[in-house]
């Protein structure tokens, strides 16, 4: 992506979270929190303990699942803001198919369970996609109606047709659908945790993008299309298909997302699912540098944070929406700082210009 | 159903409110129109509203002062759009995701604020209806257009008002010429860095207002997520205006009847899933950028970094 060697890379994004959570340690002193406890709690919990490490990767698994579409969306041109409302999408169509055949037999259940979330997440994706190619509509404004479309969607099956029968029998009411089979579910990987095959799930697809996107020529045009769009229409590849194929699986990737949360940890569709992976899935892919397989150490870094920033708020209780923020703030960063990836001079010029006086227009003859 | 939408008194009840509700469109949509007719697509705008519908409240709360609340919410824009600004005119930052980290960075510090000041739902003084003399006894005209707060008027008038600065003034031209050839301006003596980052300030505090309408001339109470996507929204406004305040208006007056609209049906109880009411706007939306899309001309330097040293 960058001129730049690895270690510079590494060193700016580095800077970046450090820059952020700089900021953050001021709204932490804002919320009477010493942010020395709060960033202890958030950088060790994770990684002290059984749960610790198993709740890091429960969280990693969405994030590489999200963060895996939006950089196959990122790479052929096409900003999906979307992944929230694909996710949402994915694991209602999921959860009502595991729901319509409960007695098929576990094997054939849970793939095709996980089938359906995806094509109904890639048609959620394809939608924004297909009007970007063809009627040149602004694919981050349209994925972003779409997320809000989706969440009232989803809510309306709650509430309505998909609620569990006993919820209302019950009378409590309370929006979520009746229990998926077990022969559908995720089997756990360590007795005692909520760490599923999800993650195995995960990592494997990560192998299988970095082969597409780099090993096979579908993959190659639609990385011609990210970097040269007409060039590479003048090479004969059909622009739009590309275009419409890279959300069809950029939406899939976030709607299996989450159908494996569902599959993987609640059992049942409730809202909320998708607990802010869908704009969290953007800051991992951007940090992974946009690959398939940097995507993975972004989202164990990102998995933990967030888990720590869980932590942190019960160790120091300050508001939960200071997760968010401090996300905002990552991004802000790690675009902001990526200038210094792209144009190696780039620091040395604004050192330059604190030192010196601003250069004088120069006068170059005057008027014609 | 449809004769309780019928009826004279629900009809002028929905336009008033579709009136007032035009507000905050328009204030965020003209101010972004700057922003991106100099070239810059500022996507944090419902960041901005957030923090600025919580400024707003908060100060209004504190002091008992709706206006010292605008004062903060401008302030509040002033300086996110300062933020902005820096990131994608001097660190020539790829414009579409520093928008959204705006926006994340926006709603979820205005939300940690709100928990950590206030945390419950309480009202606060808000401004009040100026009904203007004898416009307003007009019948029904009257209750439509001239009962509203300053806040409606004053957005309304922003409407010609930023139409004269963007085509009538000389500023104006050269936020429109930095927006198109960001080089030839720059060859005729026009700062492109200081040009950007007046418009970015500029939308960012309209934007800030916006939110404070939300707040201080509508609800006069602060919720999560108040601001439901209108910042967005008015990104999308500013597209389907075709970059021109008198565009702005009547797409700013499309969207507030709709969400007018789905209010009332909300409102009258009647027989449709309100989630669908909810979605109709954002449906709209999407409709709205296909059918304009495609055949708009748009500022040619929007979203591009200008880099007076070259690479």
């Given at each position: 992506m960058g001129k730049q060697s690895p270690g510079m890379k590494l060193l700016v994004l580095t800077g970046a979270v450090v820059g952020a959570l700089l900021i953050g340690a001021l709204l932490l002193l804002m919320a009477g929190a010493n942010p020395l406890v709060a960033y202890k709690a958030m950088l060790l919990g994770p990684f002290s303990s059984r749960y610790g490490i198993t709740e890091t990767l429960v969280k990693t698994t969405p994030l590489i699942l999200v963060a895996l579409g939006i950089v196959i969306a990122f790479r052929s041109g096409t900003l999906n803001i979307g992944a929230e409302g694909q996710m949402m999408i994915g694991a209602l169509a999921g959860s009502a198919f595991a729901l319509a055949f409960p007695s098929l037999p576990g094997i054939i259940l849970l793939p095709a369970t996980l089938l359906v979330s995806f094509a109904a997440g890639a048609l959620w994706g394809g939608i924004p996609g297909w009007l970007k190619a063809y009627l040149n509509v602004n694919e981050i404004l349209s994925t972003i109606m779409l997320n809000a479309i989706a969440a009232q969607f989803v809510t309306y099956m709650l509430r309505g047709?998909?609620?569990?029968p006993k919820e209302v029998s019950y009378g409590t009411g309370f929006p979520q659908t009746a229990q998926i089979a077990k022969a559908a579910w995720l089997p756990?990987?360590?007795?005692?945790?909520?760490?599923?095959?999800g993650i195995i799930l995960a990592l494997v697809l990560a192998g299988l993008v970095y082969i597409f996107l780099w090993r096979t020529s579908l993959g190659y045009k639609m990385r011609t299309v990210g970097a040269q769009k007409e060039a590479s229409r003048y090479g004969g590849v059909r622009v739009e298909r590309m275009m419409v194929l890279a959300m069809l699986l950029s939406g899939g990737f976030a709607g299996l997302a989450g159908m494996v949360e569902v599959l993987g940890i609640h059992h049942r569709l409730m809202d909320g699912i998708s607990g802010g992976y869908g704009f969290s899935g953007i800051v991992v892919a951007l940090f992974g540098q946009l690959h398939p397989l940097g995507v993975i150490p972004a989202a164990i870094l990102f998995g933990a944070l967030m888990l720590g920033a869980d932590m942190m708020q019960r160790a120091?209780?300050?508001?939960?929406?200071i997760v968010f923020t401090i996300q905002g703030l990552v991004v802000l960063f790690v675009v902001g700082s990526d200038i210094f990836i792209r144009r190696p001079g780039f620091a040395a010029r604004i050192f330059k210009r604190f030192k010196t006086p601003p250069r004088p227009v120069p006068d170059e003859g005057g008027a014609q | 159903m449809i004769h309780q939408l019928l009826s004279l008194s629900t009809i002028v009840g929905i336009l008033a409110t579709a009136v007032r509700l035009t507000t905050p469109f328009l204030l965020a949509a003209l101010g972004e129109m700057f922003a991106q007719r100099s070239g810059i697509y500022n996507l944090g705008v419902e960041g901005v509203m957030m923090m600025g519908a919580f400024g707003g409240f908060w100060v209004a709360l504190v002091t008992g002062s709706a206006w010292l609340g605008i004062l903060a919410a401008m302030g509040i824009g002033a300086l996110m759009g300062l933020l902005m600004a820096f990131i994608s005119v001097t660190m020539q930052a790829e414009q579409g995701i520093s928008g959204i980290g705006l926006y994340m960075f926006g709603w979820g510090l205005a939300g940690f604020l709100f928990r950590l000041t206030v945390g419950y739902i309480t009202s606060i003084d808000g401004f009040k209806p100026i009904a203007i003399p004898?416009?307003?006894?007009?019948?029904v005209l009257g209750t439509v257009l001239?009962?509203?707060?300053?806040m409606v008027y004053f957005a309304l008038l922003m409407v010609p008002i930023t139409w004269v600065i963007l085509f009538k003034t000389t500023w104006g031209l050269k936020v429109r010429a930095v927006g198109v050839t960001p080089e030839a301006a720059d060859t005729l003596g026009v700062s492109v860095a200081r040009v950007r980052y007046t418009c970015v300030i500029i939308g960012s505090v309209m934007a800030g207002l916006a939110g404070a309408f939300l707040t201080?001339?509508?609800?006069n109470m602060y919720a999560d997520n108040i601001t439901a996507g209108r910042g967005f929204i008015a990104v999308a406004l500013v597209y389907f205006g075709r970059w021109n305040p008198w565009g702005i208006l009547g797409g700013a007056f499309l969207f507030s009847f709709v969400d007018a609209l789905q209010l009332w049906i909300q409102v009258l109880g009647l027989n449709i899933p309100y989630e669908f009411a909810v979605m109709t706007p954002y449906v709209l939306t999407i409709l709205a950028l296909a059918l304009v899309a495609g055949r708009i001309w748009e500022p040619a330097a929007l979203g591009r970094p200008f880099d007076r040293e070259g690479g």
């Open positions: 047709p998909l609620i569990d756990r990987l360590l007795p005692r945790t909520r760490l599923h095959w120091v209780s300050v508001p939960a929406a | 004898l416009l307003s006894d007009i019948p001239f009962d509203h707060n300053w201080l001339g509508h609800t």
